[in-house]
């Protein structure tokens, strides 16, 4: 059995095999990460500042949509390009886990802050109307209302976003940023080791599919509350 095993797999290295899953979770946790800390807030924003929204306001609504569409619009690799200068700025480097991290939440932040906006679009106004009726200030609608209620939303957002992140890593990999990607291309493709590619396209895989069932059991958790 292990020979047979091995004789499928001759150029898999399962060490480069296992640095490359690391490197992979490390960009996505840290980008996800940082696109909900920066995506949440601008959805937010983007909700209230919607038409027939709490806090209306045409020409905001209208530039931050310019912004989240553009940056939407943008092809993953033609960001990656454009932002190296902005990467090494910011990191010192362009390439491994540091330098794909910024392009990565760039490219996510705007389509996470679209989804979270939907979500919030679904919580019923009169929640909303009731809180604000009671004396809410701002913060207490937010928190105390239009979050709990729009947490499911919320969550499955997250589980998509997370999903596109790991297409993302592995896109990353054409410029340098290491991961499963990475060894995909630079072997898989480049050097034609069919074996190596068919490994790293199933790791990927199971990290969508264990990423799509704990979303999914989050959602009906805490749809019945």
Known sequence: MDALF??????????????????TLLMLGGSLLFTILLGLPLGVLLFFSGP???????????????????LRSLPFIILLIVMIPFTVLLTGTSLGVAGAIPPLVVGAAPFFARLV?????????GIIEAT??????????????L???ARPGIIAATT???????????????VGAGGLGDLAIRFGYQRFQTDVMVVTVVLLLVLVQLLQSAGDKLVTHFSRK
Not at 132 to 145: N, Y
């Open 117 to 125: 906006e939907t979500a919030l679009r679904e919580v019923d106004r």
């Open 147 to 149: 979050l709990p209620e």
């Open 6 to 23: 091995g004789s499928l797999f001759t150029n898999v290295d399962w060490y480069d095999i296992w640095q490359a899953t690391l490197d």
């Open 52 to 70: 027939r929204q709490l806090f209306e306001n045409g020409p905001l609504y209208a530039a931050l949509s310019l912004v989240v569409n553009v």
């Open 160 to 174: 998509v976003t997370a999903i596109t992140l790991v297409s993302y890593t592995a896109m990353a990999g054409v």
């Open 132 to 145: 604000q009726a009671m004396g809410a200030s701002t913060r207490q609608i937010i928190f105390s209302a």
